[in-house]
């Protein structure tokens, strides 16, 4: 079956621990993206990569960092997690940068 | 830069009336649309987009979006809705130069009632 995972599902952290969401996809995808979603703010971008060792950043990449060491994985790395990055986490990845498939989310809570 | 705007954060409605989410985009360079749907507690799935060609996109369970460039304007229409179609609407809008940048809108929680 077609589709991207993310692990964990729900994770809950306390502030300054690393932590690391995995994202993998299974259908040979060249881009791979990194939302947040937040009540009332819709999902912004946080980094996106176009493929091997190919990333940029989206409209909100402070505090996070990306790798893309293979075309199906793409972690989204926080070295210090604070409070403010409570939030709904999707991965998505799309042949073309266009009408990404969206994962099933990670709830990242950081106490 | 790109931006989109969703002009109503909820729009409630009764079953099998016709319903309108609008959206509002800015880019100085064309765009690409997107609709997307999200059900409670699940991801978001694609309901319809526009790339080029024809300005009326049909997409699926009964929804379609108009394209219109004179208006920068995205807007979501269904002749009828059903309580499932009960969910938040997201609009989104990637640029020609950079596909791989998605902007989306703040969403629009569409709530049906009987």
């Known amino acids: 079956e077609a589709q991207v995972t993310q692990n964990p599902r729900y994770l809950i952290t306390v502030t300054g621990k690393k932590l690391t969401v995995t994202c993998s996809q299974n259908m040979n995808h060249e881009y791979m993206s990194w939302y947040r979603q937040d009540p009332g703010l819709g999902l912004r971008q946080i980094y996106y990569?176009?493929?091997?060792?190919?990333?940029d950043k989206g409209d909100v990449p402070e505090g996070y960092k990306v790798s893309r060491k293979e075309k199906r994985n793409f972690p989204l790395i926080l070295e210090s997690p604070s409070p403010n990055q409570t939030s709904l986490y999707f991965c998505?990845?799309?042949?073309?940068?266009?009408?990404?498939?969206f994962g099933p989310g990670t709830r990242l809570t950081v106490t | 830069a790109q931006s989109v705007t969703q002009l109503d954060s909820q729009v409630p409605v009764f079953e099998e009336a016709p319903v309108e989410l609008r959206c509002n985009y800015s880019?100085?360079?064309?765009?690409?649309l997107f609709w997307y749907v999200q059900y409670p507690n699940q991801g978001l799935q694609l309901l319809l987009k526009y790339l080029s060609g024809s300005t009326l996109v049909k997409g699926i369970n009964g929804f379609e979006a108009e394209f219109n460039k004179s208006q920068t304007s995205f807007h979501l229409r269904k002749p009828s809705v059903h309580i499932s179609d009960t969910a938040e609407y997201f609009c989104?809008?990637?640029?020609?130069?950079?596909?791989?940048?998605?902007?989306f809108g703040d969403g629009t929680t569409l709530t049906v009632k009987p």
């Open positions: 990569s176009m493929n091997v060792e190919v990333t």
């Open positions: 880019s100085s360079v064309s765009v690409y």
């Open positions: 998505a990845s799309s042949p073309t940068g266009l009408s990404p498939s």
């Open positions: 989104a809008v990637s640029v020609g130069t950079n596909a791989g940048k998605s902007t």
